[in-house]
């Protein structure tokens, strides 16, 4: 089934927040922000601001109402500069006009002076000065000290992941209505509502039970609008509060990429120990996380790094710490994977250094390591593996030895081309490792005409998390999708929701919307007993619209048995609640199941490097890729194609650069590049992997959302194995993301290698 968004997609009828009709005399909110990453503030003069055309207000820190602050973990952000700037693009005070020009404008007549301080940028810097968000993290399985002393190969190295840019095609906004009673009617372009309606109540001081927050969909998201939705309705909010006019405000992309927090890069210390067979005995790896300039998701993104710090490998030895530095950049957030694909990095960079010491190919270290069922992860869960049953498929099905063969060939015959093959597994944990957040609700009506309203926590993003829902009510009821609509994600219908996120909305919500179906189907096939004659006595159910006895139609419909019901005056609607059962997580320990279940796959790379100008293409990603049992191919693989074309892009062009004092350089598309419709791995071939095996997701089919961005991986270790392919002297440093300058610089720019 495809998504139930396309049609209207295609034809530009899809609504987003800048679709919404406006209201008579709203005003258009912008932002002032920090030209400096570090300082006080010495003056603010908003004058000529406060005079220009077109201008309401200008709004500072001293006139919210509620608190000034917007940190969802910790309390250490502020909404708007108060005395102190932190990072660049920091905002400082709110303009309202009458139109976009005009806010705009304005913004730049405000004058500011401010006292600069030492500006830090680097997450190593930051931690030797003593700048952490909180206390370090560590997971510790066996004994790592003990271990390495009996290992026949010990290494050691480092290795750098930088950010990315989250790069929604819907860039950050809200737009906020005034209502009676001082309550506030907020839409929002979020992944989550509550915690925009939690953050708008703090910075106003408005109950939340008078705030409503509705979202029809978002044009993206990928984590960027998990946590830092929220600054954009609470500075609408705090408009619409001061002024009692509706406020809206829908970013600029390049005020979108300077104000917000992007994907944490990561610098790392690893040292990976092996025994003669080639098994990994002994682990130790230090994280120092960029946080940015305030906690953000940090410390919940740091931990998910630890919990991926081995991937898909079984290591009886690990000590993993990691620190969360805090610099003077905006708050880095969630990004797809969060966190975990940083962790990857690091073990992928320690096996690519071994295997090159030791001269086998990294995928030998690979295959030997993976994971099996009944191992220990570092965090106490124990695997249910598919790690190995995805490479041997891998391997039937794209036949790597062949593949690398092929690429030797090519190479023999070119004098600047190197082609290089890279495998990477995958392994990724599904749930929110906070397990209070692992619950979600849905009601459900049954409307007299037979037609279906379902209302989740989950955010359509895109991802076609309401195409799943509708097909969930779809197979209860045995009707047509037609008969389904899912509707807005609204605080109103569904209170305390998790975010959408952790790939785990499809699984939370769906589940919740399977049990409301349900429980109004019993009581509906009580009254089809009631009225179909010996109805008591047999089996019946409900297909295609029809009630059905032992396998005979009964000529009882749909619609009239849903009338009949109501006219009993049995009860049409459910709210109903679901919460993953089984998982647990102690942080006293740093053990536990956290888990529902994990998603495992395994990709084979292939890329072309030109050895003359630095340039590559990615010639394939072929995967085998653990769906469980997928519930809609169409959709799950869009999502398989789009996380490829992602993480691809996250190791190899996209960079985001800051220069030393904190000033974003990559602050607009000509000087970000993500992959195009040229750039993209020119083969995505995609398997199921076929198992058995039972898991916990919605009708057994897996997450999918962030899983397979971490396929990308393999085309930073591949375009590193065709460099090595054209000088074997060469031994770049391990530093993503591989861009073709960087590329040139490793070939060309430090002659004699290491
Ligand atoms: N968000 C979150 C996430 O709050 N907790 C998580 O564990 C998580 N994992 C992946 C993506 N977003
Ligand atoms: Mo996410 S990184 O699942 O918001």
Redesign the pocket.
């Known amino acids: 089934m495809k998504n139930l968004d396309s049609s209207s997609h295609v034809r530009g009828e899809s609504i987003y927040l800048d679709d919404i009709p406006l209201l008579q005399g709203t005003l258009f909110a912008c932002v002032f922000d920090s030209p400096v990453a570090h300082g006080q503030i010495k003056r603010l003069d908003l004058s000529r601001a406060s005079e220009a055309v077109g201008v309401e207000s200008v709004i500072t820190a001293s006139d919210l109402i509620g608190e000034n602050e917007i940190g969802g973990i910790v309390k250490d952000e502020p909404l708007l500069a108060d005395t102190e700037v932190h990072f660049q693009g920091m905002p400082v005070a709110i303009v309202l006009a009458d139109s976009e020009e005009h806010a705009h404008a304005a913004a730049k007549l405000i004058e500011i002076e401010i006292e600069e301080f030492e500006a830090i940028t680097e997450p190593r810097v930051a931690y030797r000065k003593g700048s952490l968000i909180a206390d370090p993290k560590r997971f510790i399985l066996g004994d790592s000290e003990r271990a390495f002393v009996d290992c026949d190969h010990v290494f050691e190295g480092r290795a750098d992941v930088n950010g990315q840019e989250h790069l929604y095609i819907e860039t950050q906004g809200a737009y906020v209505i005034p209502n009676e009673n001082g309550g506030l009617r907020i839409y929002s372009s979020t ?1 989550g509502p509550t915690a925009v309606q939690r953050c708008v109540s703090g910075v106003t001081a408005i109950p939340m039970n008078l705030i409503e927050v509705d979202v029809t969909r978002l044009g993206g ?3 960027g609008k ?1 946590d830092q939705a929220n600054a954009w309705a609470s500075i609408c909010a705090v408009g619409a509060q001061l002024s009692g006019r509706p406020v809206k405000y829908a970013l600029h992309r390049m005020e979108d990429m300077r104000m917000t927090g992007k994907r944490h890069p990561y610098s790392a210390d690893y040292k990976i120990g092996l025994d003669r067979h080639l098994k990994i005995k002994a682990y130790e790896v230090v994280f120092y996380q960029n946080a940015g300039a305030a906690a953000d998701l940090s410390l919940p993104v740091l931990e998910r790094t630890l919990f991926h710090c081995t991937n898909a490998y079984f290591i009886p030895n690990v000590t993993a710490t990691a620190y969360s530095c805090k610099t003077n950049l905006p708050p880095n957030t ?5 966190g975990g694909p940083q962790g990857m990095f690091v073990i992928e960079s320690a096996i690519a250094h071994a295997a090159e010491k030791l001269e086998v190919r990294a995928r030998i270290l690979q295959e030997n390591n993976l994971i099996d069922s009944g191992e220990e992860f570092p965090y106490g869960q124990i695997a249910e593996s598919e790690a190995r049953t995805s490479w041997k498929q891998a391997n039937e099905a794209f036949d790597i030895s062949t593949l690398e063969e092929k690429a030797r060939e090519f190479n023999r015959s070119s004098k600047y081309f190197r082609k290089a093959i890279a495998v990477q597994p995958v392994c990724f944990g599904i749930s929110f490792t906070k397990t209070p957040m692992n619950q979600a609700r849905s009601l459900v009506h049954v409307y007299t005409d037979g037609s279906i309203a379902v209302s989740t926590g989950a955010v359509e993003m895109g991802q076609g998390v309401n195409t799943k829902i509708a097909q969930v009510a779809e197979n209860v009821f045995s009707l047509p999708v037609e008969k389904v609509k899912v509707h807005t994600t609204n605080t109103l219908r569904i209170a305390n929701t998790s ?1 959408t ?3 785990a909305a499809a699984d939370l919500n769906g589940k919740a919307t399977q049990q409301a179906c349900e429980k109004i189907l019993e009581r509906l096939m009580e009254v089809a007993g009631e009225l179909v004659e010996g109805g008591k006595e047999t089996e019946l159910s409900i297909r295609d619209g029809e009630v059905f006895r032992d396998d005979e139609p009964t000529g009882l419909d749909w619609v009239t048995l849903v009338n009949e019901a109501h006219l009993r005056r049995v009860n049409l609607s459910e709210h109903s609640h679901y919460a993953t059962p089984g998982i647990h997580f102690d942080w006293s320990t740093a053990k536990g199941h956290p888990f529902a279940y994990h998603v495992y796959g395994t990709a084979v790379v292939g890329v072309t490097v030109d050895c003359l100008r630095g340039r590559y293409t990615v010639d394939f990603v072929k995967n085998v890729h653990d769906f469980g049992k997928s519930m809609n191919t169409d959709v799950d693989f869009g999502q398989i194609e789009g996380g490829i074309a992602q993480g691809v892009g996250w190791m190899t062009m996209e960079e985001v650069v800051y220069d030393d004092a904190g000033a974003l350089r990559s602050n607009a598309l000509s000087t970000y590049k993500i992959p195009d419709i040229y750039s993209v791995p020119e083969i995505v071939e995609t398997k199921a992997l076929e198992t058995e095996r039972q898991n916990l997701a919605i009708y057994s089919s897996k997450a999918v ?2 899983p397979p961005l971490m396929y990308g991986l393999g085309a930073y270790f591949a375009i590193r194995s065709a460099i090595r392919a054209y000088d074997s002297s060469l031994s770049p440093e391990f530093d993503a993301p591989f861009t073709p300058e960087k590329v040139l610089m490793d070939l060309y720019g430090n002659p004699g290698g290491e």
């Open positions: 992944q998201a990928f984590g998990e969630a990004f797809r994977g969060f975010p996120a952790a790939s959302g962030e």
